[in-house]
């Protein structure tokens, strides 16, 4: 958490406003209108102090800063573990970093640096600093490894720089510029999204053009904010590509990216949002049932998926006979006359009567056509009984 008192960097009244980063586009909005600034993207805010969990970022006081930087950086920042924490901090105290681009890069090259902060402990001193050095090892190389010599060695080295958060040492490691200063990095910053967006500028002529990414269902802001960042005036200016999802199919993902409203697949992400897995592997069927083209049509049949039957799996006739009449509840079944019945004639007199359909996912049918064909069924029955009885 970063707390950071901000004025006006232009008019340098004396109102200020606390903003806790990282925050939501809308609320930072907000905030920010409170003394008149109305783009977070440009370098306005004058930051009078920080405080919170990163005292190290003190460093930004009585500078002005892009508020969209601080909120990208604290965002990185907040998925830190404590041994990160420290590297990041001991850095900005060895190097004299103090610009937010640098710091954001830095969030990107964390591997260049080994922070002690007990000496105690040489085995986990050489681990630590291995590891930092290559991003990893194998579990077999590393019991083959002299971790101990390896942190003895290195604190003999005479490379550490003493600060507040340990003893600094820099592994030499080429160090890559992530962010140019412009456009932010693709990060997941969050694992609660629908849908993944990669985003840029139609008709660019760069064999590498400037892109941004949003998480869907997002605020109105953060589209906004998407477009300004492009220098993009509409929807219709920009070309974008579903490339994720934490619980789409790639087949409907491929589906989307043919849409060319963003603010309507966002109006459809909030709603798939509130679905649960099953939901939407319905919804996924149901649209290809319908055949739906349009955004406006899939979010008509989001909120109306109880119009409609899914059975999972079922691909063919004989499933789906023996499915009704083992398992749907709707008849007493008894499994000592199981080679007596036609399954595969029940399901394609049900199909007759449905309207339904196989697909991909499995069948379905509207509501009201099984709801009929069950009353049916179940009026044929009686009958049955009833002549029995005569």
């Given amino acids: 958490m970063i707390i950071a008192e901000l004025k006006n960097g232009v008019y340098r009244d004396n109102y200020s406003i606390d903003i806790t980063f990282p925050v939501d586009e809308e609320s930072m909005m907000e905030q920010l209108s409170v003394i ?17 969990d990163i005292p190290a970022l003190c460093v930004l006081e009585n500078n002005r800063i892009n508020v969209d930087e601080m909120n990208y950086l604290a965002r990185r920042i907040d998925s830190f573990d404590y041994y990160e924490l420290a590297k990041f901090q001991g850095a900005i105290a060895r190097e004299g970093i103090c610009t937010m681009k640098d710091l954001i890069n830095l969030t990107f090259n964390l591997h260049n640096y080994t922070v002690v902060t007990d000496f105690l402990n040489l085995k986990n001193i050489g ?27 290195l604190l003999s080295s005479g490379d550490g720089k003493v600060t507040p958060y340990g003893v600094v040492f820099c592994n030499s490691l080429p ?36 892109k941004v990414w949003l998480y869907l269902p997002t605020s109105k802001a953060c589209i906004l904010k998407a477009l300004l960042h492009l220098g993009a005036d509409t929807y219709n200016d920009l070309a974008f590509q579903c490339v994720d999802s934490m619980s789409l199919s790639e087949s409907f993902m491929d589906h989307l990216s043919l849409m060319d409203n963003i603010g309507e697949i966002n109006e459809l992400s909030k709603i798939i949002h509130e679905l649960d897995p099953e939901e939407i592997k319905k919804l996924e069927a149901v649209i290809d049932y319908t055949q739906a083209k349009t955004t406006d049509e899939m979010i008509e049949l989001a909120k109306n998926l109880d119009s409609f039957v899914f059975i999972e799996g079922i691909s063919n ?30 399901g394609q ?34 009958n049955t009984q009833r002549m029995g009885g005569m």
Avoid at 36 to 52: E, F, L, P, T, Y
Avoid at 334 to 339: A, C, I
């Fill in 36 to 52: 008149n600034i109305s783009d977070s993207n440009i370098a306005d805010c004058h930051v009078a102090k920080i405080s919170g």
């Fill in 317 to 346: 006739v004989e499933q789906y006979g023996r499915h009704m009449i083992i398992e749907s509840g709707h008849f007493e079944y008894d499994s000592e006359l199981e080679s007596y019945i036609d399954f595969e004639k029940y």
């Fill in 127 to 153: 681990s630590n600093h291995y590891l930092d050095k290559n991003i990893g090892c194998p579990a077999s190389e590393m019991e083959r490894l002299d971790f101990e010599t390896m942190g003895r060695n």
């Fill in 349 to 382: 007199d049900r199909l007759k009567h449905e309207q339904g359909c196989f697909t991909s996912y499995g069948y379905i049918c509207r509501t009201d056509s099984m709801e009929e064909v069950c009353e049916l069924y179940e009026q044929q029955e009686e």
């Fill in 175 to 210: 160090m890559e510029e992530v962010y140019n200063g412009k456009m932010f990095p693709d990060y997941d910053y969050t694992s609660d999204y629908v849908l993944k967006l990669e985003m840029m500028r139609k008709g660019s002529q760069s064999t590498s053009p400037e």
